[in-house]
């Protein structure tokens, strides 16, 4: 179980995608964010519960709805802010955007703005690990929408046929831009779907942080131990449209309502903290207002930094060989 | 009446074999079904099953017979209640080498197009590249051989270096490219993939962002079409979209373009494919020596690289120089032959049509100067300005298709850089604007061959 330190990281944790993602959307608005971006926000529990339980050197990847995953990854909000609003100071120096970024040093692979290529990629970021013979695992985040793209179940093939380690994190968020899991999909349950290569699967509460927590470790255990792939299906919801431009009308208000008034992630764990005397309204406010000033400097850095120069058009094309 | 037992063609692009074994000798009884003989081809030993029933009469070649061509007669076998000194080699069979063809499927001669099998390789006008030292020594090796050498040599240099790919490991390649690297290096760094290039292509890409260096095979260039999407939107584009991040040092490798008699879904050429898009590298060596040099240098390269191969150029042998680390640069085309009067630009297998058409054009008076680009992307422009200026005039020639094309590329620079310099308006020679078809006559017209080149040579030339 973990303590207190650790609970308030992840109410932390939770809270900054929150609050980064609502900025985020206020940014796009103003005109100052452009093209396609896609909020986490619903979301915030699946990936601040897997990555509590990656180690140093693990890597992870995910597809175009990225920047919880890069907050969770340790990235600064000011690189992503930055990158949002197309900026020298972002993480791809402007040149990436909302869907592609990436960051080497924190191990985060992308940011892909195709759905379902990032499973093959975290495949192989496992066979490297295979291959260099250590014990890390790589985390392939992806949604119920790419979880029908083919090039899924081929790289589900491969990690299955090699016990490469590697783990599978269906983001279920119920909608694929604007088509519901059952209009799409022949077997609904997600993490049955590696059944036919044998990968064990489980569905898991992808609303409560400590629920995803305790499931990663169990699944990231095995991986590690040499067992092979593992898929988990975090059923979870995404409380605005497909992408910013997206009015979200497939479902109704009130659904988005009651999953927001009933299985928040955020607000459960708060509960949680408060009910069980682990913290107080008073302490959970300051790291609202911290939190907010990390965003609000963030918003800033990402107008107060300069445009790429436009030498930069023609670098990074090639590498120097 | 005898049975005659041919030499039989064990792939689309066999011509001849060796006849390495008999298992069965003359006086046996032959059975439908029963392995008669054992043939080689440059690559792999097959086994002859006999069709017909009978007595094996008459062995006409013997085992361990080399350069036996396909179709020509290599047993009779009486039939039953024949006897066999009834058997014998009638003139007709016995002058069987490879069977007649109909007329309009004729074997294409020196200066056919096409498939050219009849006529000698040219001799290379300029064999040496300024990177081989003088007096340095030559070792006639296949184009396949000097693949493999490039991956083996590479591997050992590099414990990053691995291949994978469709039936690489233990079938020793398709093409037996990878030959005998299972053995050497293991099945760590020999990968066999199932039948999946999406997901391989992709999962190289993942192996290629963690570090590694994979050597991805594709078994055609035709079956990558299923990966392109991981090799344009993943490899190529990243290090861009990272702001310089995520380096993708990766190599896509395996034959392009027509092979033999395979149709339209497996005779594709991508150059222009591939060309066209920023963030690769692309290659398409012809000879041995630039196979392997250019090979070593992909692998080095820090950068995905797409490398051309050509099934038809695979078994073609040429001189490679005996050094330990023979490596060309990327981007830099080769002169192979010196002219003044028209320039003649090609790549992989076209280079060699372009040098027959060269050697026929000298006999007519016109001298053709013959740049092998070797690099696609980046295209080395420069030499080929640098010619155009001293001949005033280029046939751009490739095998695939003309519209949007390597050679439309071409000319569009040559308009564009060297516009004064024109005596004549840049011609192109290239694949008939259609999908490849089977029958023979008609893949022969779709196909540029020497014939094409000779005939653009002499328009822009202005000579009938």
Known sequence: MANKDELLRYYRDMLMIRRFEEKSGQLYGMGLI????????????????VQSELKEGDQ???????HGHMLAAGMEANGVMAELTGREGGYSRGKGGSMHMFSREKNFYGGHGIVGAQVPIGTGLAFANRYRGNDNVSVAYFGDGAANQ??????????SLWKLPVLYVIENNQYAMGTAVERASAETELHKRGISFEIPGKEVDGMDVLKVKAEAKAAIEKIRAGEGPYILEMKTYRYRGHSMSDPAKYRKREEVDDIRSHRDPIEGLKGKLLKDGISTEDELKAIDKEIRAIVNK???????????????????VLREG | MSVEIRMPALSPTMEEGTLAKWLKKEGDTVTSGDVIAEIETDKATMEVEAVDEGILAKILVPEGSSGVKVNAVIALMAEEGEEISDVSVSTDAAAAEPAPEPESSAPAESSGVGHNWAGARPSLEIPNDPEIPEGATFTSTTVRDALRDAMAEE?????????????????????????????????????????????????GVGAAFAGLKPVVEFMTFNFAMQAIDQIINSAAKTLYMSGGQMGCPIVFRGPNGAASRVGAQHSQDYSAWYGHVPGLKVIAPYDAADAKALLKAA???????????????????????????????????????????????????MVGFALEAANALAEQGIDAEVIDLRTIRPLDTETVLESVRKTNRIVCCEEGWGRFGVGSEIASVVVEEAFDFLDAPPARVHQKDVPLPYAANLEKLSLAGVEDIIEAAKKVCYVD
């Open chain 2, 299 to 349: 692998i080095r390269d820090p950068n995905p690289v797409v490398f051309l191969e050509h099934e038809l150029l695979y078994g073609e042998s040429f001189d490679v120089p005996d050094l330990d680390d023979y490596v060309l640069p990327i981007g830099k085309a080769k002169v192979r032959r010196i002219g003044s009067d028209v320039t003649l630009v090609a790549h992989s297998r």
């Open chain 2, 155 to 203: 591997m050992r240099r590099d414990k990053d270096v691995f291949v994978m790919g469709e039936e690489v490991a233990q079938y020793q390649g398709a093409y037996k490219v990878t030959r005998e690297l299972l053995q050497e290096f293991g099945d760590k760094r020999v990968v066999d993939t199932p039948i999946t290039e999406h997901g391989f292509a992709g999962l």
């Open chain 1, 60 to 66: 992870i990847v995910t597809g175009y709805r990225d």
């Open chain 1, 298 to 316: 963030s918003a800033e850095f990402a107008q107060s930094s300069p445009e790429p120069d436009p030498s930069e058009l023609w670098t990074d």
């Open chain 1, 150 to 159: 083919g090039q899924v179940y081929e790289a589900f093939n491969m990690a």
């Open chain 1, 34 to 49: 452009a093209g396609f971006c896609h909020l986490y926000i619903g979301q915030e529990a699946v990936v601040v519960g």
